[in-house]
């Protein structure tokens, strides 16, 4: 095969390690390869870049240190939040024989919606997925009406992964204290003889695809739970963090030593943790605010184009409330693994939510909660810009792009139109 | 995905692709739920006092790569040959000729000698 230039569309997936995060993670492999856990000088040595990237995280985050704690990636510290906040309930006295109910929704990454789904038919918890809409999002009214007497946990992403949708998380950290304070108003006014044991509802979102392009204050937030990953933000892979407010309130699920203060077993580590907290501060330079609006820019470029020069194409989800890196699209009568491996061949990586390309014969259960027919999320194709892309790499794209389509559209004929 | 040398060749430049107009017969197969569908085109030779052979074979499919593909190494390996040997074209033999599809394919997209066997059914019961 000749030599083509690669295009990489694929930002969501993964992000290259920026070359200043590398440079800072290199001397703590072979020079500064301590265990943080040791006493002696090299222990000391790496336990302090361990705390110095707590320090970093938790200033991105506006949140105490103390209040971080690492993990392998987003799907530890998504498991953690849940399974955590679960074991924590059930360690109560007062809790025994009472199952407690989760909300999330029914477009969470995998990592949230199977921990649930586990639990659930192993009869720990109930749950309740919340619908979402065309527009790929939540509804505030929704997110009341499940509430319950037995919730203790609101699970819900901030930027979905595949769709870029931004979903209301100050709303809903809102209106979880507003329903607390109520409850706690009434049950005082009862003058109930009983304790008031029953402690906040938990709110946790996963925000490992929006670290790169929202506020993630936790206070405005009001989340008690968040969880991101290092490779999504120009870090390394194999590194995450979740944020916990009230450490009493999650017990730890994987067991060993003392790690991140009993929280997380298992030896840090800490070149990736030094690295994601290099990407993390610069997240926050100037420098990377101008980059974030040249990508929306160029977002809203290729958006534009692709719906103006492909005929029958659409996009799926909000075009206002989504993140500026996303383009999410979906082609009548074309199926998405041929796509993406054609656009593959002449150097263009994205990705599509056809269950082609994922090995299960569902495609994306994001694309099927908005709606969408199971032909139409087979269609689908997702872009997603980084800050190395340039306009001239939309330019081909969206050139390849028309000609793929009609390739395939060639090739497909009129088949679908049986089924209509 | 890994796919084989063959079926991004097949997958990339089809061979017999598109409609048979009038044809004999036409093989359906597949639904839009699991994303692969396909439709296969015969015309039949007939010779007096010999068997009746596939002149051309076309199809058209909406799928993925290996969908494509199979599509396009079912008409290579049915064209010139009689209904009865094209009858014993098995999926088996479609994915051998490719090299080999990812298992995942075998069962999913790997339906395009079903679709020749549906068509030839599709002629004689019209016959």
Do not use: W
């Amino acid at each position: 095969m000749p030599k083509i230039k690669r295009i990489y569309l694929d930002h969501a997936a993964t992000t290259p390690v920026d070359p200043v995060v590398f440079a800072k993670i290199r001397p703590y492999f072979s020079e500064k390869f301590g265990n943080p856990m040791s006493v002696h000088s090299f222990g000391q040595e790496a336990m302090a870049a361990v705390d110095q990237a707590r320090v970093q995280v938790a200033y991105f985050l506006r949140c105490q240190p103390k209040e971080i704690v690492f993990t392998s990636g987003a799907t530890e510290s998504n498991n953690l939040a849940i399974r955590g906040t679960l074991k924590a309930y059930q360690a109560k006295k007062e809790n025994q024989g009472v199952i407690p109910h989760i909300i999330t929704t029914q477009f969470e990454h995998h990592c949230v919606l199977n921990t649930c789904q586990e639990l659930e038919k192993e009869g720990q918890i109930e749950v309740t997925y919340l619908s979402v809409y065309a527009d790929g999002l939540v509804r505030l009214a929704d997110v009341k009406r499940a509430l319950k007497s037995n919730t203790i946990l609101v699970s819900v992403m901030y930027v979905n992964n595949e769709i870029g949708t931004v979903q209301p998380i100050v709303e809903i950290g809102q209106l979880l204290r507003e329903a607390h304070s109520v409850e706690r108003i009434a049950r005082n006014s009862k003058r109930s003889t009983f304790r008031d044991t029953r402690s906040k509802i938990l709110f946790h979102t996963d925000a490992t695809q929006a670290v790169n392009y929202f506020d993630c204050d936790v206070n405005k937030l009001d989340v008690d739970l968040l969880s991101l990953s290092g490779h999504k933000i120009y870090g390394p892979k194999g590194v995450g963090a979740l944020f916990i407010r009230d450490k009493s309130a999650i017990t730890h699920v994987q067991s060993g030593g003392d790690q991140e203060a009993g929280m997380r077993a298992g030896t840090h580590n800490v070149p990736g943790i030094v690295g994601m907290a290099e990407a993390i501060r610069q997240i926050k330079s100037s420098k990377s605010k101008v980059k974030n609006n040249e990508i929306l820019k160029l977002r809203n470029y290729l958006i534009k184009k692709v719906l103006k020069e492909i005929p029958k194409s659409h996009l799926n989800g909000s075009l206002d409330q989504r993140s500026p890196n996303n383009a999410n699209f979906r082609f009548d009568d074309v199926e998405g693994e041929g796509l993406i491996l054609s656009l593959d061949m002449e150097g263009v990586a994205a990705s599509t939510g056809s269950a082609c390309s994922s090995g299960s014969l569902d495609p994306s259960h994001v694309l099927l909660a908005l709606g969408l027919k199971h032909e139409q999320a087979h269609g689908s194709l997702r872009l997603t810009l980084g800050k190395s892309t340039t306009k001239q790499e939309i330019e081909y794209a969206v050139k390849i792009l028309k000609k793929i389509v009609s390739r395939l559209r060639k090739i497909s004929g009129d088949v679908l139109k049986e089924f209509k | 995905m890994q796919y084989s040398k063959k079926v991004l060749e097949h997958f990339t430049r089809p061979h017999n692709q598109g409609k048979i107009k009038n044809a004999d017969g036409v093989g359906m197969v597949g639904n839009p739920k699991c994303g692969d569908i396909m439709r296969l085109y015969i015309k039949v030779a007939k010779t007096k006092g010999k068997s009746e052979t596939l002149k051309d074979v076309k199809f058209e499919t909406l799928g993925c790569g290996a969908a494509i593909a199979t599509s396009s190494m079912v008409t290579d390996l049915a064209k010139g040959k009689t209904l009865d040997e094209a009858m014993k074209i098995t999926r088996q033999n479609v994915a051998d000729n490719l090299e080999g599809l990812p298992p995942a394919k075998m069962h999913c997209s790997n339906l395009a000698a079903d679709a020749l066997h549906r068509a030839i059914k599709n002629y004689r019961e019209k016959k």
